[in-house]
């Protein structure tokens, strides 16, 4: 069964910088892209902040967040990064990381869920 953990939220002071990690666990065959959205308490709505390919290439930053995060993978640690720097209060809010996993060989693609970690940026 294929598990998504994110890591690294916490407390920030506005103009702070924080590292969030998701790592994929379990029985499969290749994680293709991966993704970080976040949903602000409340909201029904979650907003990607984020992806990138399996090739490495990243896209879909909003506006909101272009050029203050970025995105990485290690491929060897089945893992996916978030770097946010320049933090805003507007930032405060729960991130969820997504994984696009083939469970094996010709097998279709599934998307799978992290619980999220909270992130609250204080004034």
């Known amino acids: 069964q294929v598990q998504v953990v994110e890591s690294g939220g916490g407390v920030v002071q506005s103009g702070g910088s924080l590292r969030l990690s998701c790592e994929v666990s379990?029985?499969?065959?290749?994680?293709?892209?991966m993704s970080w959205y976040r949903q602000i308490p409340g909201n029904e709505e979650r907003e990607v902040v984020g992806?990138?390919?399996?090739?490495?290439?990243?896209?879909n930053y909003p506006t909101s967040v272009k050029d203050r995060f970025a995105v990485s993978r290690d491929d060897a640690k089945k893992s996916v990064y978030l770097q946010m720097d320049s933090l805003k209060p507007e930032d405060t809010a729960i991130y969820y990381c997504?994984?696009?996993?083939?469970?094996?060989?010709?097998?279709?693609?599934?998307?799978?869920w992290g619980r999220g970690t909270q992130v609250t940026v204080s004034p």
């Open positions: 992806s990138i390919t399996s090739r490495g290439r990243t896209f």
């Open positions: 997504s994984a696009d996993v083939q469970e094996y060989d010709g097998g279709q693609v599934a998307g799978h």
């Open positions: 379990g029985r499969f065959f290749k994680i293709w892209g």
